[in-house]
């Protein structure tokens, strides 16, 4: 008995650090060192032309095609304007990294990963892709999860002590003071918004150099999002799965 226990609480105590570190090392060199996982193959997509003029935000840049996003949110349960954003964060971030070659999928998973596509703790997002209830993750008081001070006097995750991962793509505030982008071209990076969360997810993915085409380039990537092997696999096989449901890109 008392060998399951403390195999419980080792379980318990590595999925709190799959959660605690979304987004905590941002730019470690441990990222580039670590042994590569092949990448999910990348899922196809069917885009609407992109008009002379437009910006680089999600709301306003190529988005996909209507046919298409109805079919693909059937296939994979994502409903279609989750999807949408996840297709032209994916896209927008691809563009202003050429060599990225970042899959919708990717993005995807990652969100199903962190909060079930905005879903976590029963809430949901509205048609403009923003929570109509908190997505605040556990504290990070190093009870189980990695201590981390309070950066924002608790203005996102409302906790003036320690910091939580906030949003539908679970940024901790310093992380998100550091890379948080305007996707919807409000004049507002919110961590609450999809739109924003996922355009500077794809866009941190896409960071330094990475290629996601590649085994390593993938794996540096999620590894940099979250410090767990187990994650990666659990990223890799949604992605995995959201491509086999819709199609793989030629």
Same mark, same amino acid.
Request: net charge negative; with cysteine.
């Given at each position: 008995?008392?060998?399951?226990?403390?195999?419980?609480?080792?379980?318990?105590?590595?999925?709190?650090?799959?959660?605690?570190?979304?987004?905590?090392?941002?730019?470690?060199?441990?990222?580039?060192?670590?042994?590569?996982?092949?990448?999910?193959?990348?899922?196809?997509?069917?885009?609407?032309?992109?008009?002379?003029?437009?910006?680089?935000?999600?709301?306003?840049?190529?988005?996909?095609?209507?046919?298409?996003?109805?079919?693909?949110?059937?296939?994979?349960?994502?409903?279609?304007?989750?999807?949408?954003?996840?297709?032209?964060?994916?896209?927008?971030?691809?563009?202003?990294?050429?060599?990225?070659?970042?899959?919708?999928?990717?993005?995807?998973?990652?969100?199903?990963?962190?909060?079930?596509?905005?879903?976590?703790?029963?809430?949901?997002?509205?048609?403009?892709?923003?929570? $109509?209830?908190?997505?605040? !993750?556990?504290?990070? %008081? /190093?009870? =189980?999860? #990695?201590?981390?001070?309070?950066? @924002?006097?608790? +203005?996102?995750?409302?906790?003036?002590?320690?910091?939580?991962?906030?949003?539908?793509?679970?940024?901790?505030?310093? $992380?998100?003071?550091?890379? !948080?982008?305007?996707? %919807? /071209?409000? =004049?507002? #990076?919110?961590?609450?918004?999809? @739109?924003?969360? +996922?355009?500077?997810?794809?866009?941190?993915?896409?960071?330094?150099?990475?290629?996601?085409?590649?085994?390593?380039?993938?794996?540096?990537?999620?590894?940099?999002?979250?410090?767990?092997?187990?994650?990666?696999?659990?990223?890799?096989?949604?992605?995995? +799965?959201?491509?086999?449901?819709?199609?793989?890109?030629?």
């Amino acid at each position: 008995m008392l060998r399951f226990k403390r195999y419980l609480v080792l379980c318990l105590f590595l999925v709190g650090v799959m959660t605690a570190f979304s987004f905590w090392a941002i730019g470690q060199p441990g990222a580039d060192a670590h042994g590569a996982f092949s990448p999910p193959p990348r899922a196809a997509v069917k885009m609407d032309a992109l008009s002379a003029g437009m910006t680089t935000a999600v709301k306003v840049t190529r988005t996909p095609d209507g046919g298409w996003l109805a079919q693909a949110a059937a296939q994979t349960g994502i409903p279609a304007t989750v999807l949408r954003v996840y297709v032209a964060a994916a896209a927008a971030a691809n563009d202003s990294n050429p060599g990225c070659g970042i899959g919708w999928n990717t993005v995807a998973a990652v969100g199903f990963v962190e909060s079930a596509h905005g879903t976590y703790g029963g809430g949901s997002l509205d048609k403009d892709g923003h929570a $109509t209830g908190p997505i605040v !993750g556990p504290s990070l %008081n /190093g009870a =189980g999860f #990695a201590a981390i001070p309070d950066t @924002d006097g608790g +203005a996102l995750d409302g906790d003036a002590r320690w910091d939580h991962a906030v949003g539908p793509m679970q940024f901790i505030p310093s $992380t998100w003071k550091m890379a !948080g982008l305007d996707g %919807n /071209g409000d =004049g507002l #990076a919110d961590p609450f918004n999809l @739109d924003d969360a +996922a355009l500077t997810a794809a866009t941190y993915l896409c960071g330094h150099g990475r290629d996601l085409t590649t085994a390593q380039g993938w794996t540096n990537a999620i590894y940099a999002y979250n410090q767990s092997d187990a994650y990666i696999r659990q990223v890799r096989a949604q992605a995995t +799965a959201y491509a086999a449901k819709t199609g793989t890109a030629e």
